[in-house]
């Protein structure tokens, strides 16, 4: 199953199938590049390291902390409700 979306036909309108399968995309897309884009923005994820396994690391550590970002703003979110 391809995960990119499919342009429109030059000079025809795009299908009503094409124009739905774009919009799965793009909703799933949405959802998955704000933690990459928090984590390359503010919190400056660069990865310079050798190998794999410290590359993986280092990521999985930069996730983790986002997540406990999130979890501390959700949190505190919900308390005061």
Do not use: C, D
């Amino acid at each position: 199953v391809s995960h990119i979306h499919v342009k429109k036909p030059k000079g025809k309108p795009m299908s009503q199938r094409t124009a739905r399968a774009n919009a799965r995309k793009s909703a799933i897309r949405a959802k998955v590049e704000h933690p990459f884009a928090m984590l390359k923005g503010p919190m400056k994820l660069f990865i310079r390291t050798i190998g794999i396994k410290r590359a993986e690391a280092a990521i999985t550590f930069a996730a983790m902390a986002y997540n406990m970002k999130r979890w501390v703003w959700l949190n505190g979110r919900t308390a005061s409700a």
